[in-house]
């Protein structure tokens, strides 16, 4: 056997396996079902994009819930070898402590619903009151802690929402507060959530911009006249914008590129919400800025297309 030594580097939401080999024989490594040869001695190789494919996420939108199937243990194949990892990789950072947003308030449509997502300690409880008094509890009662999500539509008379942790003794203390602006949905607007980079849902809504045709397959022949397409293939890509904004909120929102999964949200306001998942064509925020007002522009398309 060629290796010498293979370890894992877990640094934050990234995941890397070092490989060490005795000689510069070319090496076979399995990464869960993808094949790659190693001609050289020592190569690192980032296996985030791998693990995230393995990671089926779909919204949780109500009640208690444990983080599950957020995580994986990186693990690889060489020559028929496998090499694991000893810890398991999270998709969030699992820093909680708090509401499990990085959002500094809530963009929201007059009765459109969202959820208060935050870490519960063993044994604790959250406690979660507003203005107008108290919008519910989520207690914990398992040996670990684990994310709760609550399911509220928030009108303006509820004000500012606060977040208590209340221990064994019933004490609490205050956790955070969670700002809601109210502003009505724009003509063709679209309201997104995605996976936040805690493991949690994050919800903004996005102002219409254009649509525009993307081309996804294109195939060229050479003829006496030269170069010819002879058959091509298109869809649509939506592309939004938020503005007028800071740029605290746009740190959050670009975690969308990143994120392993997000939807399209449908609410008619009486109803649960329908989540459709999309594919970011966007690969890098486009971020401008006007003097104070800030701005950031998204495409998608539908993650399935119509048959």
């Known amino acids: 056997m060629a290796i010498n030594n293979v370890y894992f580097n877990l640094v934050g939401r990234e995941c ?8 510069a024989s070319p090496v076979i490594v399995n990464i869960f079902g993808y ?9 690192t190789i980032n296996l985030t994009p791998y693990m ?8 949780i939108w109500r009640g208690l819930f444990t983080v599950k199937g957020g995580a994986i243990t990186p693990s690889i194949e060489i020559d028929g070898r496998e090499y694991a990892a000893q810890e398991s990789w999270h998709i969030g950072e699992r820093k909680y402590n708090k509401h499990a947003s990085d959002l500094p308030f809530r963009l929201i449509a007059p009765g459109q619903a969202d959820t208060v997502t935050t870490y519960i300690v063993a044994g604790g409880a959250i406690e979660i009151d507003s203005d107008a008094g108290p919008v519910g509890e989520l207690p914990n009662e398992g040996d670990s802690g684990s994310l709760g999500a609550l399911y509220l539509r928030p009108t303006e008379d509820m004000g500012l929402i606060t977040l208590y942790n209340l221990d064994d003794s019933g004490a609490s203390d205050e956790l955070e507060h969670i700002h809601y602006i109210f502003r009505p949905m724009g003509l063709n607007g679209k309201r997104l959530a995605w ?22 397959a294109s195939e060229t022949i050479y003829t006496q006249n030269g170069y010819q397409k002879i058959a091509k293939s298109a869809e649509k890509v939506y592309i939004m914008e938020t503005k007028g904004t800071t740029r605290e909120v746009l740190d959050a929102l670009s975690f969308i590129i990143a994120s392993p999964a997000v939807w399209v949200v449908t609410d008619d306001l009486v109803n ?13 925020c486009r971020v401008y800025s006007d003097d104070d007002i800030h701005g950031m522009q998204i495409s998608y398309r539908p993650k399935k297309r119509a048959l």
């Open 195 to 216: 996976i936040n980079r805690y493991g949690a849902l994050d919800f903004w809504n996005f102002d219409f911009l254009r649509e525009q045709d993307f081309v996804v």
């Open 272 to 284: 649960d919400p329908i989540f459709d998942e999309v594919d970011i064509i966007t690969e890098e």
């Open 35 to 43: 094949t790659k040869v190693l001609t050289e001695q020592q190569q």
């Open 52 to 59: 995230r494919e393995q990671i089926s996420i779909s919204p």
């Open 16 to 23: 890397f396996a070092n490989i060490i080999q005795t000689s």
